[in-house]
């Protein structure tokens, strides 16, 4: 700091930035490949004072001896400004070629998030909350299968693990329907894990087109029946007339992003898209509409949603032409029906809240109605208000739970699947998660965040790492428009790490049920099997207490 | 693991035969309780066939208010068979103060109803009786129903047959179930042994069905006062059979397309594919899960037995026209039957069910890729 330097109140030290750049200049070669790398700018090349102190120390000569030489040096510098601070993604080690530069978490609390709101802008991230662990890591599978009946084996024996997707009558009423020629919904057995809706915008087109290369072969490969939502964006118009659309569940949310481009594609479709899901809230940011920055929107983003260049795409936080739950919910899901001549599911997608309930009663006098999606507060997203990621939004293990209770006391738990969401596999135990949440009465999951960690290698965390794809810089090339950062990219390595994710999911699911003595279908509401250390959130789970 | 026996015979049959093929197959049960059904009965019975007969064990402040209870409902007694409860009580068998084995008269105001409404009071009174006998337990009961039957008790199987003295003549009955309990459950109720009975729907099984749990709150949704208790995971098997039957009106042959559904590619290639797709979706919760081989009879005295998905049970059919014997161990059926063709046993494998029906000429084999002789 200059004496003369004037010190403002967002004036920060490198010590009140949540990251801090430790460089080594012994190993350091000064290539610049770290500052190039760095998505925000955070490190700069520098050029540095430096004094030595010289010491002479022939006395024979008169005079001045020895003193100060100053010179410069060239390094790293990391900037302190609130526009400029580190994020943590360590872009910079992964470039450097010397191993000389890398981010340190503060050792406490940072000042940046004081000042973070320059210019009155609040703070906007991607990601999700920033709160690591939770509930569901928690639980744990305790009805294990001894002499009584012998656990099964994971490898050896016949497993039948799809789920259903779909409204599904009552047996009695079905067989009528049946016998009588008329209309049953349509319901897809579909893998029980489901890529969840991250839209063509919000990702890159690499990683787009990876996913679906990823589920394309886990189909056709595999014969793993996995489905995979657009998010709200539109979605390709060679994939809409492709057959393998029926991997595909469109979404449609507040925004309409893309719908014109779909129903214009209706005629021409191949085949009938898996379901179509309607977005009216999202974990990460309930109550708020989606929301793709204007740095995001390029020619092909603008093409398929429909739009002009360059400009923010907020979504409305509901749909705006609907004023009950009545309109909202029946009249949009019977004119989804009635696009696709009754043959496809369409189901709501809700953010995890108190009043999913009253959602659920309405959706199970709805014949129409063909799921419920629940996304928990620790969902992801491409861009919100950091206060809404952290601070909105309901936890999803009791919201699902109370809604499968709900609808057991109402003996329609066969009847409308729910679908649970929101930071599953956050600490990288996917299966176990997701076989809670299925014994808690969850038919199926649905992913994202981990899709993007796992598959593409993307470096987010809930400590605050990197979470900056609200900006179109992704260093990893997933939620980036700039050819430049989405060529890091490759599809098909994407695809790899897809299957490997979803291949590797499907032992450790049946590792989980095979020894609780389940094989023979899906074990959805199996509280029995589950247990926590937990008395309070046992009995709110209404699981067993263990300890 | 429990074990398992049934018989059907032209002639009536001790239910001690019973016991004694339990007691041959000793090594499975750890003599922590017997089940018995006895239907299609003959002795002083055969006489009274529409009359409900009410099984249980009661204490003798239960009788009394058993007696209050159905005077008051119009329910005379017809017959009842005593049983005479020895002085000295074998050791690991509880001392009762009475076995009962009663038949009623139907009362008056009953006479004119019809039979749906009959069985559903019936199904009350029974339901009833057993509330009433809860707190203080008092009265346990385990059937009212026309010639039905059904004893259980704690204990070795042989002993308690021998205390009991089921040698008794009137006793004797066409159809049998008995299991030898290996007790599994944490205590022993009563209300846990097999067989489960409901409406002349009856099912023992041999194993544990590991998605009770979701079953059981299924069936509680179904609006059937009767599908209740709950008090062992095998419970549900009986429920399953009687929602088929009475719900649905799906005919023996379904019944393992319910507990146990084909897979996607014999479904494709079954002539009724489309329908079992629907009852695969519309009862999934009702597919069991777990190492079962179920036994059961139905109300017309149909006898058969089905095996879980994997087959992970033994359990074994064999016996000649007249009398068949189904078992959940051969020396079971070769203390029954031992002059029998043992070529003509049968073991019901993953996809089968084997059926007796009540004219008792042969076993029949029904394979869930057969095509299903579905109401139209
Ligand atoms: S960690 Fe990331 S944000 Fe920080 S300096 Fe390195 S590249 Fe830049
Ligand atoms: S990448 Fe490594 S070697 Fe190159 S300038 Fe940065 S710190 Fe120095
Ligand atoms: S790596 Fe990309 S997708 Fe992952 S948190 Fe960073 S910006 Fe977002």
Request: overall charge neutral; proline content about 7%; hydrophobic content about 35%.
């Amino acid at each position: 700091m200059q004496t003369d330097g004037a010190i403002g109140p967002s004036t920060l030290s490198l010590k009140d930035l949540p990251w801090q750049i430790l460089w080594d200049k012994e190993r350091c070669t000064l290539c610049g490949r770290c500052t190039a790398v760095c998505p925000v700018g955070a490190i700069e090349l520098k050029v540095f004072r430096k004094r030595a102190v010289n010491v002479d120390v022939d006395f024979s000569k008169p005079g001045k001896r020895g003193g100060n030489v100053f010179g410069t040096f060239y390094g790293i510098h990391q900037r302190t400004s609130p526009a400029f601070a580190c994020v943590g993604c360590a872009m910079c080690t992964l470039a450097c070629p010397n191993d000389c530069i890398g981010p340190v978490a503060a050792d406490e609390a940072d000042k940046l998030r004081f000042h973070i709101n320059q210019g009155g802008q609040a703070e906007r991230r991607g990601g999700r909350r920033n709160d690591p662990g939770g509930i569901l890591d928690r639980i744990q599978f305790t009805r294990i299968s001894m002499l009584t009946d012998p656990a099964l084996d994971a490898g050896r024996h016949e497993f039948e693990l799809t789920t259903l997707l779909g409204r599904i009558y009552p047996p009695e009423k079905n067989m009528e329907m049946l016998r009588e020629n008329g209309w049953i919904p349509p319901v897809r057995e579909i893998y029980p894990l489901i890529i969840g809706g991250m839209s063509f915008g919000a990702l890159s087109p690499t990683m787009w087109e990876g996913l679906q290369l990823g589920v394309t072969y886990l189909n056709e490969e595999l014969g793993m029946p996995v489905r995979i939502s657009t998010g709200e964006g539109g979605c390709p118009p060679r994939l809409l007339r492709s057959r393998f659309l029926r991997y595909v569940i469109l979404q449609i949310a507040s925004g309409y992003f893309g719908w014109d481009e779909i129903i214009h594609a209706i005629p021409e479709m191949k085949v009938d898209p898996c379901a179509i899901e309607i977005k009216y809230g999202q974990g990460a940011k309930p109550g708020d509409g989606g929301l793709l920055m204007w740095h995001k929107v390029n020619k092909l983003i603008a093409a398929i949603r429909g739009v002009p260049e360059g400009v923010s795409l907020p979504s409305p936080p509901t749909h705006q032409t609907k004023y009950s739950i009545e309109e909202a919910v029946a009249k949009m899901i019977q004119s989804m029906y009635m696009a696709w001549g009754f043959r496809v599911p369409v189901y709501p997608k809700i953010s995890g809240t108190s009043t999913a309930l009253s959602v659920l009663n309405n959706l199970s006098r709805n014949p129409y109605a063909a799921g419920l999606a629940i996304d928990g507060e620790d969902g992801g997203t491409g861009a919100a208000y950091n206060v809404s990621m952290n601070h909105m939004g309901h936890p999803i293990a009791s919201c699902l739970r109370d809604c499968y209770r709900n609808l057991v006391s109402l003996g329609q738990q066969n009847e409308i699947p729910l679908f649970a969401g929101g930071g599953i596999g956050k600490s990288g135990n996917l299966a176990a998660n997701a076989a809670a949440l299925i014994m808690l009465g969850a038919s199926g999951i649905q992913v994202g965040k981990i899709v993007m960690q796992a598959a593409a290698g993307c470096l987010g965390s809930e400590t605050k790492r990197c979470n900056i794809c609200n900006i179109g810089r992704c260093p990893k090339g997933i939620t980036s428009q700039d050819p430049r950062l989405y060529r890091r990219l490759d599809p098909e390595d994407v695809a790899g790490r897809l299957v490997d994710m979803f291949v590797s999911f499907d032992t450790e699911l049946r590792k989980i049920v095979a020894p609780l003595g389940r094989s023979t279908s899906l074990p959805i509401g199996m509280s029995d099997a589950l247990g926590i250390n937990d008395k309070d959130a046992a009995d709110r789970l209404d699981i067993r207490y263990v300890v | 693991m429990c074990r398992l026996i049934a018989i059907t015979s032209d002639t009536p049959v001790s239910p001690m035969a019973a016991v004694r093929a339990l007691d041959v197959m000793r090594e499975g049960h750890d003599g922590s309780g017997v089940g018995l059904m006895l239907r299609d009965l003959g002795g002083p019975f055969e006489e009274m066939k529409d009359a409900p007969i009410l099984s249980g064990i009661f204490t003798e402040a239960g009788i009394r208010k058993l007696d209050s209870f159905m005077i008051n409902l119009g329910f005379l007694t017809k017959y009842k068979i005593s049983i005479k409860i020895p002085k000295q009580t074998p050791p690991g068998i509880p001392r009762r103060d009475m076995y009962l084995i009663r038949a009623y008269e139907y009362p008056e105001d009953w006479e004119d109803l019809s039979g749906a409404e009959k069985t559903a009071r019936l199904l009350r009174v029974r339901l009833d009786l057993r509330e009433m006998g809860r707190s203080e337990n008092d009265m346990i009961v385990f059937s009212f129903w026309p010639d039905t039957i059904m004893i259980k008790e704690i204990g070795d199987p042989l002993a308690v047959g021998k205390y009991l003295g089921l040698d008794n003549e009137r006793l004797h009955a066409r159809v049998i179930m008995g299991q030898g309990r290996q007790n599994t459950n944490y205590a022993i109720d009563l209300y846990a042994c097999h067989p489960f009975f409901i409406e002349g729907y009856s099912t023992m099984t041999n194993g544990e069905n590991t998605a009770f749990v979701p079953i059981r709150e299924y069936l509680e949704g179904r609006g059937e006062p009767g599908y209740t208790g709950f008090f062992s995971d095998s419970e549900v098997f009986v429920h399953i059979l009687h929602y088929m039957h009475t719900h649905l009106g799906l005919g023996l042959p379904a019944y393992k397309h319910l507990i146990t559904p084909l897979q996607e590619s014999d479904m494709e290639a079954h002539p009724d594919g489309e329908f079992l797709y629907h009852l695969k979706r519309t009862c999934r919760k009702l597919i069991i899960d777990g190492p079962n081989c179920v036994i059961g009879v139905l109300p017309d005295n149909t006898m058969f037995m089905a095996q879980d998905r994997k087959k992970l049970r033994p359990g074994v059919v064999g016996g000649k026209p007249g009398m068949y014997v189904f078992s959940s161990e051969v020396c079971g059926l070769d203390y029954l039957l031992p002059d029998r063709n043992k070529q003509y046993d049968l073991e019901p494998m993953h996809l089968d069910t084997a059926i007796v029906v009540p004219d008792r000429r042969e076993v029949t084999l029904c394979r869930q890729t057969e095509p299903l002789d579905l109401p139209h």
